[in-house]
């Protein structure tokens, strides 16, 4: 939950969450050149910059409704996304749409890499929502669905996908587009509520997804 953390220090500075994130980037290199598991700052500036874009970041929006936005590298990928979220009477959310930007060099099958990145975005809002694995004497509680709450299809939001297709070699896509989801969608709670979530799943802290 650190692109949480770095939300509240640009909102304890003053700044646009957008703005400082980028500031925090510094110029644009590759910390370590010719080794893919270590961060771009260009590649990662351009996927945020193009997240933010295409969700129309810092648009108006009416009461209890608010945007989020995280980044992640993982696996030799660059992602960012942002999470446009209600939330409703009490503490029920939805989360209406999620634009994400992704760089992972040259796409070799786009219908394969859509599917992939729609799909994580999906199991994050699955798993940040409800879901939890306890322990008792050594046994896991939890045996079967009804204690461990699979996201219904009728909470998915609209998946707004984007491609920067650099010239670096291609890299996999299976789980870099989890990982910023659950920030983003925390980040945009607080944009609507003020209400900083800083433990996860979001049913801990008494908010259900709907």
């Known amino acids: ?60 929006l009416p009461a209890g409704r608010g945007q989020g936005l995280a980044f992640y590298f993982c696996h030799a990928a660059h992602i960012a996304e942002v999470a446009e979220v209600t939330v409703h009477d009490g503490q029920r959310f939805s989360v209406d749409r999620v634009t994400v930007a992704v760089d992972v060099g040259p796409i070799i099958s786009r219908s394969g890499a859509l599917n992939q990145v729609q799909g994580s975005v999906v199991d994050g809002l699955s798993t940040m929502a409800a879901q939890q694995i306890t322990m008792e004497g050594g046994v896991i509680e939890q045996d079967n669905f009804h204690q461990y709450p699979v996201m219904r299809i009728g909470a998915t939001p609209e998946i707004d996908v984007h491609f920067i297709e650099s010239d670096n070699p291609s890299t996999g896509l299976g789980e870099p587009a989890l990982p910023p989801l659950a920030p983003a969608v925390a980040n945009a709670i607080y944009a609507a509520t003020g209400t900083r979530i800083r433990t996860m799943p979001l049913s801990k802290a008494g908010f259900t997804l709907v």
């Open 1 to 60: 939950m650190e692109q949480c953390f770095i939300h509240e220090l640009a909102e304890l500075a003053g700044r646009d969450h957008l703005e400082f994130l980028l500031e925090l980037m510094g110029e644009r290199r590759w910390v370590m050149p010719g080794n893919v598991n270590v961060i771009n700052t260009g590649r990662a500036i351009d996927v945020i910059e193009r997240a933010a874009k295409e969700a129309g970041w810092g648009k108006k």
